[in-house]
């Protein structure tokens, strides 16, 4: 018997068992693929896939690995287990659909169904949950520098002391063909790769994880981050009606939940009103600002840019070319001292400047651009005469440090391996369908409205940074202000902001702040025993 059936034996005859809702060993389970939808060739080289070759891995297998953890976090000592693996996905048939990579971290105790759970995604589409777990909830993170400069490889992680653990089991989710994630054999990537296909299939996840571990008397929360705010405010109305399954809560991290917000075209003059109070930030932060509003706080000026963009620029912007020359100079004038950008210029640019422009030439006299995720950060173009960035600072920054770290502590702490690529972000779910929302803007803000109506404890915590230029923060205040939520459920939305950008987590200070928001945040949303 060769060594590969020696080994494909053994690991079909591994017993796997529960003990107190907790996975005690690591588990294998064969089970059919479905059959009903051919994968495309192309599919499958995207897919990494070539014939006869799993990789190491069989894609509609299950693999549980369970292992043991003590963290410190707010001073005191949490024994924790952290369950590394992936579940499959099935049909009514009980036929594979597809295995979805997780890891769970668990705090055992008499009351462990009792605890709340947090179950957690980012976005993209096309993103790992890598980044909110290990820059913001996970035992373990990545310290960056608070001066917005690049770590210098190799990188490494730390015991994270602002780990929401201590209150809440979390479980990340990586979306099916982001992480370790794949569709069944036979089955096509385009099953998963859409928003209703996407909140499905997420959905089914948290339902099956939630039967599995026995978590149905668990207060239950979702935290998204980016167009994992889409997601959430999607799932909270999927959840309720496809599986009567009630939520506590809902975390938005930086969030997308409308898109008209963020959009930029001719047409759509939204974002231009959304982005000005953080193109504000951004000019303070570099220090591109006359001297009196320097010596203002970052918090005051975002309001004066507020009161702006809301008065005479969304006015100015209303009257497009019936703009008189005085006033369009006169807003121009203003919109100068609050953005840092020259008066000529945003003449020249009709007072309309996406992102893409600011970061460009916001420092274009320095030789640097601006990020887009964080705007603290800057890097240099090829040259200095180009309309818009050649690429993002922040993402430069970010992205290698989060990829190195996970690939190496998911082997050598969690104990899981896989011979895969693990997708941290990957343009392999496209092309993403937005059938549903095909004539309009994509928007999952009536779904939320319609769950908090219909579960009146539904609470929503939404965290924003001021240097966030990828979904700012007064893009998600226009969102939430026009949920046309009924007046008595208005004070179920907190809103939050921090000094830092998409990730406000990696910004220590902003961290400390933001885990206080969510410790007041999750008690007043878990039901206190009388």
């Not at 059936?5 to 796997?16: D, K, N």
Request: aromatic share 10%; hydrophobic share 40%; with cysteine.
């Amino acid at each position: 018997m060769s060594i590969r059936l020696q080994i494909l034996v053994i690991s079909l005859l591994l017993p796997c068992w529960l003990t107190g809702g907790q996975l005690t060993c690591e588990a294998v389970q064969q089970s059919s693929p479905d059959q009903s939808t051919e994968k495309s060739a192309a599919e499958k080289a995207a897919d990494g896939d070539k014939p006869g070759d799993k990789s190491g891995d069989k894609p509609d297998s299950e693999e549980l690995v369970s292992t043991e953890h003590v963290a410190e976090i707010a001073g005191r000592q949490v024994r924790y287990t952290a369950t590394a693996g992936k579940l499959l996905l099935k049909n009514d048939a009980l036929k594979s659909r597809a295995t979805v990579f997780f890891v769970a971290y668990t705090v055992p105790s008499e009351s462990a169904a009792e605890r709340p759970v947090t179950f957690c995604f980012n976005g993209g589409p096309g993103s790992s949950s890598v980044w909110l777990h290990l820059g913001m909830l996970g035992p373990k993170r990545i310290r960056f520098p608070e001066d917005a400069t690049y770590l210098q490889p190799p990188y490494a992680l730390e015991a994270n002391p602002f780990s929401l653990l201590d209150v809440t089991d979390l479980v990340f989710i990586d979306p099916v063909s982001t992480g370790y994630s794949r569709p069944a054999d036979e089955v096509s990537r385009s099953e998963f790769h859409g928003y209703e296909e996407d909140i499905q299939s997420v959905g089914q996840f948290i339902h099956d994880y939630t039967t599995r571990f026995l978590r149905w008397g668990s207060p239950r929360f979702l935290c998204g981050e980016s167009y994992g705010g889409l997601r959430a405010a999607g799932l909270t109305a999927h959840l309720q009606e496809r599986y009567n399954m009630e939520l506590n809560g809902v975390l938005v991290i930086s969030g997308a939940v409308n898109f008209q917000t963020l959009r930029f075209s001719s047409s759509n003059d939204l974002p231009n009103i959304c982005f000005l109070p953080g193109y504000a930030a951004t000019a303070w932060y570099h220090r591109a600002l006359s001297a009196e509003m320097q010596a203002r706080t970052v918090a005051e000026v975002v309001a004066d840019a507020e009161r702006f963009a809301l008065g005479p620029y969304a006015q100015a912007l209303l009257k497009g070319t019936a703009i008189s020359e005085a006033e369009e100079r006169t807003v121009a004038r203003q919109m100068s001292v609050l953005t840092g950008l020259s008066e000529e210029y945003l003449l020249r640019a009709r007072l309309r400047v996406s992102m893409g422009r600011f970061g460009k030439e916001l420092l274009r006299s320095r030789g640097l651009t601006i990020g887009r995720f964080d705007s603290r950060f800057t890097n240099r173009d090829r040259d200095d005469a180009g309309e818009t960035y050649e690429f993002d600072a922040s993402g430069a920054a970010i992205f290698g440090p989060f990829t190195a770290t996970f690939n190496d502590y998911v082997r050598r702490e969690l104990k899981f391996s896989d011979a895969r690529v693990y997708e941290i972000l990957t343009g392999n779910v496209q092309p993403w369908s937005y059938k549903s929302f095909e004539n309009r803007y994509v928007d999952a803000s009536e779904s939320l409205r319609r769950a908090m109506t219909a579960n009146p404890s539904l609470k929503v915590f939404a965290a924003c940074g001021y240097y966030d230029l990828a979904t700012p923060h007064f893009a998600m205040d226009y969102t939430l202000d026009h949920l046309g939520l009924a007046k008595p459920l208005l004070p179920n939305i907190t809103k939050k902001y921090y000094e830092g950008g998409h990730m406000m987590y990696i910004h220590e200070p902003s961290m400390v702040q933001l885990r206080a928001d969510l410790l007041q945040f999750y008690g007043g949303a878990v039901p206190q025993k009388p």
